[in-house]
């Protein structure tokens, strides 16, 4: 492990790199997929003959409840990406930080509220975090913790259910619980360094380049990329949702999501392969809550964070196989764990 003694000072690893076509046209894509289903609604709802069959209908409906609801919050979690990582010393961190390591891990598992971006942009901030010195279980306490417990994701999860249930209140618990549970778990690992991927140091090199680029050259580069990850996102994220309301039929998910136990995985397994951003999950989620029972609708929120198909990618350019293997079962047991219990309490 690369420690900070042996590292050059360096914003996060997510700065250097640069933009290019590729993130043009994802992003570009992206907002043209916005674009196509707010106007498509718009015209269909305008020519009041039903132009469409009733599940097309729907399924743009819903898909556009999502994008209204959520694209403010992910233009605001873009923002305050950049502010954080091109705008704000890093060094402040360091000065805070309590030496007892219970105490040290809550603390860094707070640092999502200063570090507002969702979990695609905390990957290069925990590998940021290890080549400064913290060690490989802090890194991933800050990495599990910080998508939920972060301003953007706590404003979005209030604006979609409030106080209801306990929801918002049981994802936070949950998500503080279960990243310092697994941070303590890892740190009695006999060769912390062990977990991590060979190639972590060589794909975390400094890009000097990036270090002498202007703020405005970094602002832009962080803009055009976070624009081309979370807007295709969002398009995809909120057809799967719709098409997943109307494709199942309602008395399923009515079964399913009333059964403490089988809705709870069902949402494990949605969260999984969705891969929805932490700052728009909760309005994702939204239209299932008066089908699925509140602990399934907390797993949910805290499970998908942390595991899904796009974080697994993201996480394996710095963790090896095998650890990532076991944070998935450790996160999946703490998560249907908590679901139930709310389940059953709520």
Request: proline share 6%.
């Amino acid at each position: 492990m690369t420690r900070a003694a042996e590292a050059p000072s360096r914003r996060p690893a997510a700065a250097g790199r640069r933009w290019g076509p590729r993130h043009v046209v994802a992003a570009g894509l992206g907002v043209l997929g916005i674009l196509a289903i707010v106007g498509l609604r718009a015209v269909t709802a305008e020519s009041g003959d039903a132009p469409l069959p009733d599940a097309a209908q729907d399924l743009i409906t819903l898909a556009t409840s999502v994008i209204i609801e959520s694209l403010p919050f992910i233009v605001l979690g873009i923002a305050l990406s950049i502010l954080v990582q091109v705008w704000i010393p890093e060094t402040w961190l360091m000065r805070i930080l309590p030496r007892n390591p219970w105490g040290r891990r809550a603390v860094i598992s707070l640092f999502g509220m200063f570090l507002p971006v969702c979990e695609c942009g905390n990957v290069p901030l925990a590998r940021g975090l290890v080549r400064k010195g913290f060690t490989v279980p802090e890194s991933m306490v800050f990495l599990l913790a910080a998508p939920i417990l972060n301003p953007v994701t706590i404003l979005t999860t209030h604006a979609a259910f409030g106080f209801d249930d306990g929801i918002l209140v049981a994802r936070l618990l949950g998500g503080f619980l279960i990243a310092n549970v697994l941070g303590w778990l890892f740190s009695q690992h006999p060769d912390p360094e062990s977990l991590l991927t060979d190639r972590f140091a060589e794909e975390c090199r400094v890009d000097e380049a990036a270090v002498t680029r202007s703020r405005g050259g970094q602002t832009l580069d962080l803009f055009v990329r976070e624009t081309s990850i979370l807007m295709p996102a969002l398009v995809i994220g909120a057809v799967v949702a719709g098409a997943i309301q109307v494709a199942v039929p309602r008395d399923v998910l009515v079964a399913l999501g009333s059964d403490p136990l089988f809705s709870v995985l069902a949402m494990m397994v949605l969260a999984f392969v969705i891969s929805v951003c932490s700052n728009v999950d909760a309005f994702f989620i939204l239209p299932f809550a008066s089908t699925f029972l509140p602990g399934s609708i907390v797993t949910f929120l805290v499970f998908g964070p942390i595991i899904d198909i796009k974080m697994l990618a993201l996480m394996r350019t710095t963790y090896s196989t095998r650890t990532l293997v076991q944070v998935t079962v450790v996160v999946g047991l703490l998560s249907a764990a908590l679901g139930l219990v709310v389940n059953y309490v709520a």
